[in-house]
């Protein structure tokens, strides 16, 4: 079925190590790409988005790739600092529908 | 802070009961979005509405229902419930395409005993 698959599902670094989270989606068709960022008890905050009509899109520390060729799109923030420690979900529109998202990666920046 | 509020931050009840969660959208969005939030399933998409019609459908229970009221506020219905209920319950808001922000309220956590 339509799905988005997430990697990986936990991700320790060092602080000031980069970070880098992939996702792949199942339909070509997708457009939006948006990235989520959970904090513990919080609701997910979008971080950064991507469209399909490009192929990267930056924002300070973070950095977002997409190749629709390849059906894959990932998330890479520099610089890591303790507070990025979090939960982090890409999600997809598949079928010309909603929202999918994807597992969910756990991030821990050890100082 | 999204602008988007959820009362209640939680809920404990009982298997067969009925709640109703409530979900205030941030000022001038006319989409609320329902998600359900769990350890085995991840975020998944309940129902969308638009400025008091539901424009889409994702994996929502018959036992659950929905509506959005004339000031835009929406509530979430669940009946007959179940162990497998307890999650959390996020809404968002935004506008009438899934590809314009969303943004997620705090969530209501459910518990059923």
């Known amino acids: 079925g339509e799905n988005v698959e997430q990697h990986p599902s936990t991700l320790s670094v060092q602080e000031g190590d980069s970070a880098v989270i992939k996702c792949t989606y199942s339909?070509?068709?997708?457009?939006?790409f948006p990235w989520y960022k959970q904090e513990l008890g919080k609701g997910p905050q979008l971080i950064i988005d991507i469209r399909s009509n490009v192929g990267e899109k930056k924002d300070q520390r973070i950095a977002v790739t997409l190749n629709k060729t390849a059906k894959h799109f990932s998330l890479h923030i520099t610089e890591t600092q303790p507070e990025d420690s979090a939960v982090y979900f890409c999600a997809a529109i598949l079928g010309y529908s909603t929202l999918t998202f994807g597992k969910g990666t756990m991030l821990l920046v050890s100082p | 802070d999204s602008g988007v509020t959820q009362t209640p931050k939680h809920l404990i009840t009982a298997t067969g009961q009925r709640v109703t969660l409530r979900c205030s959208p941030r000022s001038g969005d006319l989409s609320v979005y329902w998600y359900q939030q769990s350890l085995d399933q991840g975020l998944q998409f309940l129902i969308q509405?638009?400025?008091?019609?539901?424009?889409a459908k994702g994996n929502i229970l018959e036992r659950f229902s929905a509506q959005q009221f004339p000031d835009l506020h929406s509530e979430l219905n669940l009946s007959s419930l179940e162990l497998g209920d307890s999650a959390l319950y996020f809404c968002?808001?935004?506008?009438?395409?899934?590809?314009?922000?969303?943004?997620f309220g705090p969530g209501t956590r459910l518990t059923v005993l």
């Open positions: 339909d070509s068709a997708s457009n939006y």
């Open positions: 509405y638009y400025n008091g019609e539901e424009r």
């Open positions: 968002a808001s935004g506008g009438y395409d899934s590809t314009d922000t969303q943004y």
